[in-house]
């Protein structure tokens, strides 16, 4: 949600600027924008709508200078306009700044402001930073940070260029992510890594409220009172190709056509596949006292993550016989929820950087509840701090639509269930033996149903112009099909419920009609032929059936106008595979209906805001 890059150096920053914007569009945006020091003066350029836009004055007007910063916008107070992008300045015009986040006192802080005599131009709660900045500047930057922030509330981070000392960015965040590096030719700065990788593999996360200063030569931390502090430096292994999108028309495509790759390197983070498969027992946060005093677990997280999180409640009941819940962040945070002794919370988060999943992470950690992320970003918020981390290894995840990373998040949660139950002998050392050399095998039939990807091309080439779908399934199956249900609402704009499948009956199967489409996903053998009835009562109530099935499954080609199977493997591990299929067909419906699918309308990537 909104991105902001920095550079200061020797080369030409308006260059570097553009490529850190285009790098973070994923993350969501609506109007973009630049603001450098051409050696004399701060010269501003910004746009509504597309980069493209932007870039296109850029050619009209260059703009050259060794100093600037960036945003792209992602509206959240004022409309996407011209007036409302960032940069936004003073009114004495001392400074200009970006911003992420969202300033919760705006309001009072602007009617002190104006009464001040500070003259407004946008609508936007980000210039109540800026014209704040000004009222309190007396020349020295550091001075007027420290003392702006402490009466900014909400979230926020800004990078901020001062006309009287225009080679420096000053930089300062809280409860938004910020992280900076030195390349050879100067110092960078972006809201997320992938806009930092074609200059620095060294990179350091900043923390709330502290304060990064970058010059050409260097850069310098503080703490929010102003005072020098060291900071480490973390060495990013991701490859850099990972982030680009090389060959593939998409993001997404080349996202999931990553999946045997990611599945595989995260599997053996956790799993030594070394003659009998084995899983690496130090590389989970339980030692066997440890984990016998497991009383609940509690899983949280947002869209897909919480949509991971459903399968880790099935695993770890399966498994390891322990009672979970799992929960929607935005709505847990508010529950007044009270903890008991001997939970545990798994925060699942692809970017470590989500808003609400971060709140749950700070009220469990100030009830003293042990916390652990299943998270794929090192150095981001949530893996900071959090007691332990699982680290997922999806690599950089650009298209808006979660794939690998709901597949990785997934395993882990797998994996540590697995762990859980052989601590508390739930599963025995035979049970854990069998599902990891199948899950050795899952990688290349993965590959097989990707390298089979044109059948479900032709389906969605038949379908595309569906109004509504339904995706139906039991348990497991039902957790599936809730991510089934999103990745094509969210990349088709296709409206799609998932529903379980024994609930059809209690109202929503009035909503049947001719031609309608329900995807029954069937990968349970026990549940299967209950749901196989459910989609005959839909069939003859003309709707479109289509079933995703584990292996041959007896008796479903009669309910169906198409089945969908994939190669057959234990329930448990079943997930795996099914997913792939249920995300290439989100991907062809959108790719037919011409949407923009690795930026689908009104999304970020990253919402790092409530
Ligand atoms: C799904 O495709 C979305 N990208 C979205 O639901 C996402 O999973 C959610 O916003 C959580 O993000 P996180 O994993 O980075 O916390």
Known sequence: ????????????????????????AYRGYDSAGIAVWNGEDIVMKKEKGQLSNLKAILDREPVTGSCGIGHTRWATHGEPSYINSHPHGDTKKQLVLVHNGI????????????????????????????????????????????????LLEGSFALAILFRD????????????????????????????????????????????????????????????????????????????????????????????????VAFRKTAEQYVSFREQPKLKADCFPWSDEDAKTVKRIRIIGCGTAYHAGLLGKKYFQELAKIPVEAEIASEFRY????????????????????????AALRM???????????????????????????????????????????????????????????????????????????????????????DERGEIQYFASREFSARHVFFIGRGIDNALSMEAALKLKEVSYIHSEAYAAGELKHGTIALIEEGTLVVGILTQRKLAAKTASNLEEVRVRGANVLALTNGEL?????????????????????????????????????????????????????????
């Not at 074609?198 to 050409?216: C, E, H």
């Not at 529950?335 to 971060?358: H, K, M, N, P, R």
């Not at 739930?426 to 290349?444: C, F, G, H, K, Y």
């Open 1 to 24: 949600m909104c991105g902001i890059v920095g550079y200061t150096g020797r080369d030409n920053a308006t260059p570097i600027l553009m490529e850190g914007l285009d790098t973070l």
């Open 103 to 150: 300033i919760e006192n705006y309001v009072r802080l602007k009617n002190m402001l104006v009464e001040r005599g500070c003259k407004f131009v946008s609508d936007t709660d980000t210039e109540v930073v800026a014209q704040l900045l000004g009222e309190v500047y007396e020349g020295d930057p550091l001075a007027a940070i420290t003392n702006a922030i402490r």
């Open 165 to 260: 000392d225009p080679t420096r960015i000053y930089c300062v965040c809280k409860d938004s992510p910020m992280v900076v590096g030195f390349g050879k030719d100067g110092a960078h700065i972006a809201s997320d890594i992938p806009a930092l990788l074609s200059y620095t593999r060294d990179v350091t996360f900043m923390g709330d409220k502290q304060i990064a200063v970058l010059s050409p030569v260097g850069i310098a931390f503080y703490d929010e009172f102003g005072t020098p502090i060291d900071k480490g430096c973390t060495h990013i292994d991701w490859d850099l190709d990972a982030a680009k999108k090389g060959s593939y028309e998409h993001y997404m495509m080349k996202e999931i056509c990553e999946e045997p």
């Open 335 to 358: 529950s007044d929820y009270v903890f008991e002794e001997g939970e545990v919370l798994f925060l699942i988060s692809q970017s470590g950087e989500t808003a609400d999943t971060i």
């Open 364 to 450: 469990a950690k100030q009830a003293g509840i042990r916390t652990v992320a299943v998270c794929n970003v090192i150095g981001s918020t949530i893996a900071r701090e959090a007691d332990e981390v699982l680290f997922t290894f999806a690599g950089p995840e650009i298209a808006v639509a979660a794939t690998k990373s709901y597949l990785t998040q997934v395993t882990v949660l797998f994996l540590t269930a697995m762990r859980l139950g052989l601590i508390r002998g739930t599963v025995s050392e035979e049970r854990a033996a069998s599902l990891l050399s199948e899950l050795a095998d899952i990688p290349q039939k993965m590959q097989r149903l990707i």
């Open 554 to 610: 007896p008796d479903i080609a009669s309910h169906c106008s198409k089945v969908w199977k994939f190669e057959e493997t234990n329930e448990l591990l079943a997930p795996f595979l099914a997913i792939i299929p249920m995300q290439l067909f989100a991907y062809y419906m959108a790719v037919q209906k011409g949407c923009n699918v690795d930026k689908p309308r009104n999304l970020a990537k990253s919402v790092t805001v409530e």
